[in-house]
């Protein structure tokens, strides 16, 4: 059974930084493809990065292109997100995925089938 769990969320200052963290354990793909999501309360989860372990092909939502950096650790079940210039329209619940491709819908379509519990990143003003 494939699971991941997310760490390293928290609260911060506008401007300031955060690294987030995924362990994936229990899968026997390949090849995978990984991605970071955001949702507030009330709104649909958004994609902000992901990453296709193949070829490291990348992929940012404008909204964060520039500002967070998506990659694998040495450890290669583990998926990072760093994130730079932090704003408070940042803040949300930060989730994890995978899935053994990217879907057709694109890269940053919450189509994956495997999903962590969340982290909860806050940016103050």
């Known amino acids: 059974q494939v699971q991941l769990m997310e760490s390293g969320g928290g609260s911060v200052q506008a401007g300031g930084s955060l690294t987030l963290s995924c362990t994936i354990s229990?899968?026997?793909?390949?090849?995978?493809?990984m991605g970071w999501f955001r949702q507030t309360p009330g709104k649909e989860r958004d994609g902000v990065a992901s990453?296709?372990?193949?070829?490291?092909?990348?992929t940012y939502a404008s909204s964060v292109s520039g500002r967070f950096t998506i990659a694998r650790g040495n450890e290669k079940n583990t998926l990072y997100l760093r994130m730079n210039d932090l704003k408070p329209e940042d803040t949300a619940t930060y989730y994890c995925?995978?899935?053994?491709?990217?879907?057709?819908?694109?890269?940053?379509?919450?189509?994956?089938?495997?999903w962590g519990q969340g982290s909860q990143v806050t940016v103050s003003s």
């Open positions: 990453i296709y372990t193949t070829n490291s092909d990348t």
């Open positions: 995925a995978a899935d053994k491709w990217c879907p057709m819908a694109g890269p940053l379509s919450p189509s994956f089938a495997y």
């Open positions: 229990g899968y026997n793909f390949a090849q995978f493809c």
